[in-house]
């Protein structure tokens, strides 16, 4: 039993003496940096979040993006919505909406550049606007 008490006794010495030559963590090392906490999101997850807000917003459903920029007052995007469908499928009409976001994605406005339909294609550099 004096053994067991000793070699306890033994083990914590050299856990303290372990514990004492490594540096002390700083509340900096210890904590996550104040940056960390504010992140941004990321591109992919801002186009999530931009289809889903504009999708609740309008009631239809986003295709694709066109077009994706971060800009000083947080993000910019082209999206194309499907406003009607119609039979055969190339006859729907689809219109291209611009999304403003704010840095953290959130939508803080939208507005409908054009209408076309599906199967049509725009004349060369016009641009749609």
Do not use: I
Not at 114 to 128: L, W
């Amino acid at each position: 039993m004096a053994d067991t008490t000793r070699k306890t006794t033994d083990s914590k010495k050299s856990d303290e003496k372990a514990s004492e030559s490594k540096p002390a963590r700083s509340e900096s090392e210890s904590k996550p940096a104040e940056s960390e906490k504010t992140s941004l999101p990321g591109p992919m997850a801002v186009l999530r979040h931009a289809r889903e807000q504009l999708a609740e917003l309008t009631g239809m459903t986003p295709e694709s993006v066109s077009s994706f920029e971060r800009t000083e007052e947080g993000w910019l995007l082209e999206v194309e919505v499907l406003e009607l469908s119609r039979v055969p499928d190339t006859m729907s009409l689809l219109a291209s909406y611009e999304v403003q976001l704010d840095p953290q994605g959130e939508l803080t406005g939208y507005r409908r550049l054009r209408r076309y339909e599906r199967g049509r294609s725009e004349p060369r550099g016009t641009g749609g606007h």
